[in-house]
């Protein structure tokens, strides 16, 4: 997709003392290559909105309903862009990590979405080295064995394979969305998982809910919707 407009969406509930980060990263850089920037406020009763509109070019839209899926359907109504790229608010995007996205699409006219890795900026170097075991020796080469793969806060989809989706499942309120999204999606054309197109992001939540937590939430549940078509776990606590 040559001259493609990109919309970049980011979810936020209560992410007042991240979301001016998130966005001051993505502005520089990303040298003014975004279409749009939009937040949605998803119900946060903190300063979320005000610290977003601090920022110019930037676009805040309020959905009430509460859940990450809505707050990305929401996104996806609301943009205007070719291509919908979704990071999260507590994200640091790294310089050229744009230029990635417009490469892959221009090039490739079957890719229907892309994705890559998390780096944790802000926890230990074992921590670090235990998701690297994860991503090589678990995430890999369960991506090849499967041939999708997303992760939520670094993603990048065409509007019109979401279109013919439907958008996105709301019926499902965190684990195993990201796994919906890439199994959907790879009806429509290919999910391109490339570990060199990673994303900066806090260990806040990791730090919270312990690492082999997240292990097992994100494993069973990836497995689960590739199987079953639905993830296993039902509810969601906000580690934060």
Known sequence: MNNAKISLIICAYNEEKYIGDCLDFAIKNSSGKFFEIIVV????TDNTSMEALKRPGVRVVR???KGL????????????????AYIDADTRMPNG???ILIE???????????????????????????IKIYWYFFAMPMYWI???????????IKKKVLEKMNGFDTDIEFYGEDTNIARRASHFGKVKFMPSNYM???GRRLENQGIMHMFREYGQNFLSEVLFKKPVTKDYKDFR
């Not at 899926?69 to 919908?84: P, S």
């Open 41 to 44: 406020d998803n119900v946060s």
């Open 63 to 65: 959905e009430e309903r």
């Open 69 to 84: 899926t809505r707050a990305r359907q929401r996104g996806f109504m609301e943009a205007r862009g070719d291509i919908l």
């Open 97 to 99: 990590w744009v230029d």
């Open 104 to 130: 892959q699409f221009a090039k490739n006219k079957n890719l229907a979405c892309l994705s890559g890795p998390y780096i944790y900026h802000d926890i230990s170097k074992f921590k670090q080295f235990l």
């Open 146 to 156: 499967v041939g999708y793969m997303v992760v939520g806060g670094n993603f990048a």
């Open 200 to 202: 900066y992001t806090s």
